[in-house]
Nanobody, 128 residues
């Protein structure tokens, strides 16, 4: 069964760190770009970061640049999102997804409509 499973969320104080994982099963992750998205209460799901299937192209939303780092380990069929210097406004459910197709080894655009096979999400709460 094709699926993505996120983990690593939790409650953290402002300024703290979390590392999210996105484990793939039922398909080979290295064929696809991977995106991380988040959805805060009452807001639309937004793109946070993405990484091309080769790992050579990475993009971040302006709101997380310099604080978040996306990576992937194709041998483990897993992608990661390291989140540092967390702020209350980072509170959201975080989702990973794979690109709808192989758009090329350098392709990475964190647009919701270009991604699918969404995981169930992992909740991140940043609060003192």
């Amino acid at each position: 069964q094709l699926q993505l499973v996120e983990s690593g969320g939790g409650l953290v104080q402002p300024g703290g760190s979390l590392r999210l994982s996105c484990a793939a099963s039922g398909f080979t992750l290295d064929y696809y770009a991977i995106g991380w998205f988040r959805q805060a209460p009452g807001k639309e799901r937004e793109g946070v970061s993405c990484i091309s299937n080769s790992g050579g192209t990475i993009n971040y939303a302006d709101s997380v640049k310099g604080r978040f780092t996306i990576s992937r380990d194709n041998a483990k069929n897993t992608a990661y999102l390291q989140m540092n210097s967390l702020k209350p406004e980072d509170t959201a459910v975080y989702y990973c997804a794979r690109s709808l197709s192989n758009f090329g080894e350098s392709w990475c655009v964190p647009r919701r409509d270009m991604f699918g096979s969404w995981g169930q999400g992992t909740e991140v709460t940043v609060s003192s």
